[in-house]
């Protein structure tokens, strides 16, 4: 199912790779979610991370980068180089992440000349195991209703997860990166 602004499949990756990401996670370290690089700001975005190595990880990353390529050739058509950046998010009950953006729009000269083009999140778990936590892409909620699930959308786009209200909810995020936006 795709809109302009997002492209969502129904079952990106079966429940064996999703549960193969939760245990390779289970290697790295967790932390508290920051905006971009700055300190924690609990009123924004609570909710713990780990950033996975995408280079030690690649059939994870492989694999993300070729359904958000499918999802580009099929909806978007950006010019995107690959995927390098892996995020295993854990949003437990009271967890969320207000509106935002994935795109820094900035033009420091020292900052590397490539932007996250397409953002991707995964639903590791089953949905079974959580209530709440809704993904909205620009006012739309995704129908992320199956272990499994994925939607793409350009990192420019606004978009949020709701308050998780039982449980927890596992996420993989990727952000694909391409040359600068023009």
């Given at each position: 199912m795709?809109?302009?602004?997002?492209h969502?499949f129904?079952?990106?990756?079966?429940?064996?790779f999703c549960?193969?990401?939760?245990?390779?996670a289970?290697q790295?370290?967790w932390e508290?979610?920051?905006?971009?690089?700055?300190?924690?700001?609990?009123e924004?975005r609570?909710?713990?991370?780990k950033?996975?190595?995408?280079?030690?990880?690649?059939?994870?990353t492989e694999?993300i980068?070729?359904?958000?390529?499918?999802?580009?050739?099929?909806?978007?058509?950006?010019?995107?180089?690959?995927?390098f950046?892996?995020?295993f998010?854990?949003?437990?009950t009271?967890?969320f992440?207000k509106e935002h953006?994935?795109v820094p729009?900035?033009?420091?000269?020292?900052a590397p000349?490539?932007?996250?083009k397409?953002s991707?999140?995964?639903l590791?778990?089953?949905?079974?195991?959580?209530?709440?936590?809704?993904?909205?892409?620009d006012?739309?909620?995704?129908?992320?209703?199956?272990?499994?699930?994925?939607?793409?959308?350009?990192?420019?786009?606004?978009h949020?997860v709701?308050p998780?209200?039982?449980?927890?909810?596992?996420?993989?995020?990727?952000?694909?990166?391409?040359?600068?936006w023009r």
């Amino acid at each position: 199912m795709s809109r302009a602004t997002w492209h969502t499949f129904e079952q990106a990756f079966d429940n064996r790779f999703c549960n193969d990401v939760i245990n390779i996670a289970k290697q790295y370290e967790w932390e508290s979610a920051r905006i971009s690089s700055s300190e924690v700001q609990i009123e924004t975005r609570n909710a713990n991370i780990k950033w996975l190595n995408p280079g030690n990880e690649r059939g994870i990353t492989e694999a993300i980068y070729h359904m958000a390529s499918l999802a580009n050739m099929q909806t978007f058509g950006v010019n995107i180089q690959g995927c390098f950046e892996l995020q295993f998010t854990s949003y437990d009950t009271g967890d969320f992440y207000k509106e935002h953006i994935d795109v820094p729009w900035r033009k420091d000269t020292n900052a590397p000349k490539f932007d996250r083009k397409l953002s991707c999140s995964v639903l590791l778990n089953d949905p079974a195991e959580f209530e709440g936590g809704d993904l909205i892409v620009d006012g739309d909620r995704m129908e992320l209703n199956k272990q499994g699930s994925m939607t793409v959308f350009p990192s420019y786009i606004p978009h949020e997860v709701k308050p998780v209200t039982k449980g927890i909810r596992l996420s993989l995020v990727s952000w694909i990166a391409g040359p600068e936006w023009r």
